[in-house]
């Protein structure tokens, strides 16, 4: 145990010492600040993306009063987010949450998260593209038609996103602001207008009408709430991912993790009890059946000339969290080459220090999860993976750090956010609210689906994820039995 806990302290002293197969000159740079890491974690979980993918949704199968299942998720996150912050201020490395599972719970602990980790992350660089090519064809005009059309537009999305991605670091920090600049516009403005000058209900609204939608009662509907809203409070975890890239990440980072989700947060709660207040039901409800649920309904208020402008705003932050989930994932893939999980070209980075290979197997990846969108239950799975997927992640997290903290495995007091004696209280929080919130997003829900979805639409998240831990298993035995011969 004490040599554990000496390993453990010398790599937390030098978070970049070279891995296998990995030289000096494919160490990533340190040219992010607080504030970039900030950004790009408010990018990643972004209000707009969050928020816009699930309203439709939430108010179909709940039928209203969904508000307070969403705080409640918010509230439950934070907490998971207390623990990557804590984790992250000790072992501040390129990978994030697949890292710490591989040095606190051993190589093959690491290798079934970073599947798991990857998988997911490249789900929901999928569903972000897919989502953001429906916004990019209503933007020109072209909005509608057939599964080929919105492949071919989200696959222009990630096209977009690629090329920030790849381009000069100052020029990616500039779009990644300039999206956090759109939401707060986009999102905050637009419900601060809607907030004071145009709303109609009470707010007894904001709890009103829940189990009025497709879910057989009110609480099979705030758990479908809570499941969906789950969706809206992912992606924190990037600010741990581009740990190596960020100036005092043992500090800075921990504090981009919280704050990112807290000020996405909060965005997202005060933005759908504006909506919710200065809207009638019955027009969230009609406006849902669309690919558009919020343009119509902004209109209807500020006017037709209205209508482009909100648009842009919104595509920009489309963009700025599609091209920060291309960084995100290419870190992890980038930290499993190094470590040997991964092909070795997958950790070479350009003269830049960016990780051009990585980047570009993760977009290829996502391009082909694209091909989904081909069939409407299909393209759904990526969607209900991506979110479980990262649940799952979380569980993992959040249960190796319960684990390592019980056994003396893992000191959190050396790193440098010490919460003391709540830490423990809060790690096991998070664990058993991931657990749950993990089999309510993996439960089969008939009412959230359309009424012909194959039933393996319905069990989505554990047939890709008991898939995927499948062939990882056979693959970490074929593997342990090859070294023994």
Same mark, same amino acid.
Request: charged share 10%.
């Given at each position: 145990?004490?040599?554990?806990?000496?390993?453990?302290?010398?790599?937390?002293?030098?978070?970049?010492?070279?891995?296998?197969?990995?030289?000096?000159?494919?160490?990533?740079?340190?040219?992010?600040?607080?504030?970039?890491?900030?950004?790009?974690?408010?990018?990643?979980?972004?209000?707009?993306?969050?928020?816009?993918?699930?309203?439709?949704?939430?108010?179909?199968?709940?039928?209203?009063?969904?508000?307070?299942?969403?705080?409640?998720?918010?509230?439950?996150?934070?907490?998971?987010?207390?623990?990557?912050?804590?984790?992250?201020?000790?072992?501040?490395?390129?990978?994030?949450?697949?890292?710490?599972?591989?040095?606190?719970?051993?190589?093959?602990?690491?290798?079934?998260?970073?599947?798991?980790?990857?998988?997911?992350?490249?789900?929901?660089?999928?569903?972000?593209?897919?989502?953001?090519?429906?916004?990019?064809?209503?933007?020109?005009?072209?909005?509608?038609?057939?599964?080929?059309?919105?492949?071919?537009?989200?696959?222009? +999305?990630?096209?977009?996103?690629?090329?920030?991605? *790849? %381009?000069? #670091?100052? !020029?990616?920090? $500039?779009?990644?602001?300039?999206? @956090?600049?759109?939401?707060?516009?986009?999102?905050?403005?637009?419900?601060?207008?809607?907030?004071?000058?145009?709303?109609?209900?009470?707010?007894?609204?904001?709890?009103?009408?829940?189990?009025?939608?497709?879910?057989?009662?009110?609480?099979?509907?705030?758990?479908?709430?809570?499941?969906?809203?789950?969706?809206?409070?992912?992606?924190?975890?990037?600010?741990?991912?581009?740990?190596?890239?960020?100036?005092?990440?043992?500090?800075?980072?921990?504090?981009?993790?919280?704050?990112?989700?807290?000020?996405?947060?909060?965005?997202?709660?005060?933005?759908?009890?504006?909506?919710?207040?200065?809207?009638?039901?019955?027009?969230?409800?009609?406006?849902?059946?669309?690919?558009?649920?919020?343009?119509?309904?902004?209109?209807?208020? +500020?006017?037709?000339?209205?209508?482009?402008?909100? *648009? %842009?705003? #919104?595509? !920009?932050?489309? $963009?700025?969290?599609?091209?920060? @989930?291309?960084?995100?994932?290419?870190?992890?893939?980038?930290?499993?080459?190094?470590?040997?999980?991964?092909?070795?070209?997958?950790?070479?980075?350009?003269?830049?220090?960016?990780?051009?290979?990585?980047?570009?197997?993760?977009?290829?990846?996502?391009?082909?999860?694209?091909?989904?969108?081909?069939?409407?239950?299909?393209?759904?799975?990526?969607?209900?993976?991506?979110?479980?997927?990262?649940?799952?992640?979380?569980?993992?997290?959040?249960?190796?750090?319960?684990?390592?903290?019980?056994?003396?495995?893992?000191?959190?007091?050396?790193?440098?956010?010490?919460?003391?004696?709540?830490?423990?209280?809060?790690?096991?929080?998070?664990?058993?609210?991931?657990?749950?919130?993990?089999?309510?997003?993996?439960?089969?829900?008939?009412?959230?689906?359309?009424?012909?979805?194959?039933?393996?639409?319905?069990?989505? !998240?554990?047939?890709?994820?008991?898939?995927?831990?499948?062939?990882?298993?056979?693959?970490?035995?074929?593997?342990?039995?090859?070294?023994?011969?």
């Amino acid at each position: 145990m004490l040599e554990q806990n000496v390993m453990l302290t010398k790599e937390s002293l030098d978070p970049l010492l070279p891995a296998t197969g990995t030289t000096a000159a494919d160490k990533l740079n340190r040219s992010l600040s607080v504030w970039n890491s900030l950004t790009i974690g408010f990018a990643v979980v972004s209000p707009v993306v969050g928020l816009y993918a699930i309203i439709g949704v939430q108010t179909v199968v709940t039928g209203g009063g969904w508000f307070g299942a969403l705080a409640m998720c918010l509230v439950m996150q934070l907490l998971v987010a207390t623990v990557y912050a804590e984790l992250s201020s000790q072992f501040p490395i390129a990978g994030g949450a697949y890292k710490w599972a591989r040095q606190l719970g051993g190589s093959v602990t690491g290798q079934f998260a970073g599947v798991i980790y990857v998988s997911s992350t490249i789900a929901m660089l999928t569903t972000t593209a897919y989502t953001g090519g429906i916004w990019l064809s209503i933007f020109f005009g072209v909005a509608g038609g057939e599964g080929s059309t919105l492949v071919m537009w989200g696959a222009v +999305f990630l096209l977009i996103c690629t090329l920030l991605s *790849l %381009a000069h #670091v100052n !020029v990616f920090k $500039l779009v990644i602001t300039l999206g @956090v600049y759109a939401e707060m516009v986009g999102s905050l403005g637009v419900a601060l207008l809607l907030f004071f000058f145009f709303r109609q209900h009470a707010f007894a609204e904001l709890f009103q009408h829940l189990g009025t939608g497709t879910a057989p009662s009110a609480t099979a509907a705030f758990l479908a709430a809570l499941a969906i809203a789950g969706w809206a409070f992912i992606g924190f975890d990037a600010c741990s991912t581009i740990a190596e890239e960020t100036h005092e990440p043992k500090r800075m980072v921990p504090r981009a993790i919280f704050f990112s989700l807290c000020m996405v947060g909060s965005v997202v709660i005060f933005n759908s009890a504006a909506l919710t207040l200065s809207f009638n039901r019955a027009t969230l409800v009609n406006t849902s059946a669309s690919s558009d649920p919020i343009t119509p309904v902004i209109t209807s208020s +500020f006017g037709a000339w209205a209508e482009k402008p909100f *648009l %842009a705003i #919104v595509m !920009v932050a489309f $963009l700025a969290c599609g091209a920060s @989930v291309v960084q995100y994932t290419s870190r992890i893939v980038y930290s499993m080459a190094r470590e040997g999980n991964m092909p070795v070209a997958l950790s070479r980075v350009t003269a830049s220090k960016t990780p051009r290979n990585a980047v570009i197997c993760v977009v290829l990846l996502a391009g082909f999860g694209l091909l989904f969108g081909l069939n409407d239950g299909a393209v759904a799975t990526v969607l209900a993976f991506g979110t479980g997927g990262l649940y799952a992640m979380f569980v993992m997290t959040t249960g190796v750090g319960l684990y390592t903290r019980l056994t003396g495995r893992w000191n959190p007091a050396l790193g440098a956010l010490r919460l003391g004696v709540w830490g423990l209280g809060i790690n096991a929080a998070a664990f058993l609210w991931s657990v749950f919130e993990f089999a309510n997003i993996a439960w089969p829900r008939t009412y959230a689906v359309s009424p012909n979805a194959p039933w393996w639409q319905l069990w989505a !998240v554990p047939l890709v994820l008991g898939s995927i831990l499948g062939v990882t298993t056979l693959y970490v035995l074929i593997n342990k039995i090859s070294r023994s011969y």
